[in-house]
Structures are given as C-alpha cells and as structure tokens.
C-alpha cells in the first residue's frame, strides 16, 4: 500500500522557517517524481513545488520561488520542503503527492496523497 | 501559465441527481486532466485521470469527459457520501493549476 506521512509543521513567526518532511513507503521512491501542494484554511488547493525521480529537476510556483527549496533524500524515501521567510499568507495544510505515470511515461498528475501538516504563521 | 476557469462554484442537489461539474482551460491541454474529491478535513482524493479514466476502486457513478479546453465531471446519481468538494487539476505544463474547487451540498 503506499502511504505518504508528512511531519514538520507548526506555529512560527514571521520570517521564521521550517523544514517539512514527507516519509515514502509502499513504491519505488527513487523513480517517482513528487509535489507539494498547500491549503489556506478556507480556501482551494494551491501547487507548491515538484521534483523529479532523481531531484535533478525542480519546479516552484512563482509565490514561493527563492524562498522555498524542494529536495529529496532517495536513500531515506523522504521528499522534504524547506521553507524560509516564511509570511502570514503561508498559513496552510501542506500535502505532499505522490506523481503517477503510465507505462510508456505519460505523466497522469498526482494520485496518492498524504494526510497534511500545518504550517501556521503568526507573531 | 494555464488558468483552470471552475463552475459552478458550488451547488445544491439531492440524492440520486445528476450533477455535473465544469473546467475550462485558458489553452488546450490535451487530456492533461485530473478530478479529485476533497472531505471536509480529508486529504483529496482522485477520480479521474486522463480526462476520463476512473480510478480504480472509484464508484463508475463518476465520469469525466472532454479535451483540449473543456472538461466535464458528472456524478449520475449523487449518494450521500458524494457530498463534498471537488476539484480539476492541469498537469499539461508548470505551474500545475487546480480549479477554483465546487462544493456540493445537500439540497
């Protein structure tokens, strides 16, 4: 079965940071790319970030680019999220998302997700 | 970027009616599509890929349907565990954008 767990989040401050982490099992890590995906209370889900199978390539959305870095550690099967300068509009569940594909390669989005940790910032 | 355009926003309906759900992308996106259902408190959870491939183990009441810029969800006969939010999701290209999400409530 896989299951994604993520840890990491809490109450920080303004400009504080956090590193979240998101524990794989249950498929093949190392082959998978993988997302984040964040949810201010209240409001829609938002696409964070990307990584592919083997962390060469990244992706960010434009309002957490430079502050945000994804990585992965394939050795662990663990995606992490550092976040730093954090804001008050970073106040959200944050999910990670597994990345699913067909047999030729065809990306197919995200399939499995986990069940979220919150980030809350706040003075 | 890709703007995924959701309506209705939200909607009233009873048990055992047909609802549907649409997305528009701001430019074609082959079947680059996925809907996911969202509890309230719950983490979502996908229905559909591909545009029109249900999940396996989704209940085949669900189906979605279109391509290119226009995208349909239809639940055929609501049950009561259908009550919740859904969403579309882009996958063509970066950034990967959700629609705005519609929330199905019980008339």
């Known amino acids: 079965e896989v299951q994604l767990l993520e840890s990491g989040g809490g109450l920080v401050q303004p400009g504080g940071s956090l590193r979240l982490s998101c524990a794989a099992s249950g498929f093949t890590f190392s082959i998978s790319s993988m997302n984040w995906v964040r949810q201010a209370p209240g409001k829609g889900l938002e696409w964070v970030s990307s990584?592919?199978?083997?962390?060469?390539?990244?992706y960010y959305a434009d309002s957490v680019k430079g502050r945000f870095t994804i990585s992965r550690d394939n050795s662990k099967t663990t995606l992490y999220l550092q976040i730093n300068s954090l804001r008050v509009e970073d106040t959200a569940m944050y999910y990670c998302?597994?990345?699913?594909?067909?047999?030729?390669?065809?990306?197919?989005?995200?399939?499995?997700w986990g069940q979220g940790t919150t980030v809350t910032v706040s003075s | 970027d890709i703007q995924m355009t959701q309506s209705p926003s939200s909607l009233s309906a009873s048990v055992g009616d047909r609802v549907i759900i649409t997305c528009r992308a701001s430019?074609?996106?082959?079947?680059?599509l996925g809907w996911y259902q969202q509890k309230s408190g719950g983490a979502p959870k996908r229905l559909i890929y591909a545009a029109s491939t249900l999940q396996s183990g989704v209940p085949s009441r669900f189906s979605g349907s279109g391509s290119g810029t226009e995208f349909t969800l239809t639940i055929s006969s609501l049950q009561p565990e259908d009550f919740a939010t859904y969403y579309c999701?882009?996958?063509?290209?970066?950034?990967?954008?959700f629609g705005q999400g519609t929330k199905v409530e019980i008339k």
């Open positions: 999701l882009q996958h063509n290209s970066y950034p990967q954008t």
């Open positions: 998302a597994k990345g699913d594909y067909s047999d030729y390669g065809w990306y197919y989005g995200m399939d499995v």
């Open positions: 990584i592919s199978g083997s962390g060469g390539d990244t």
């Open positions: 430019q074609g996106i082959g079947n680059d």
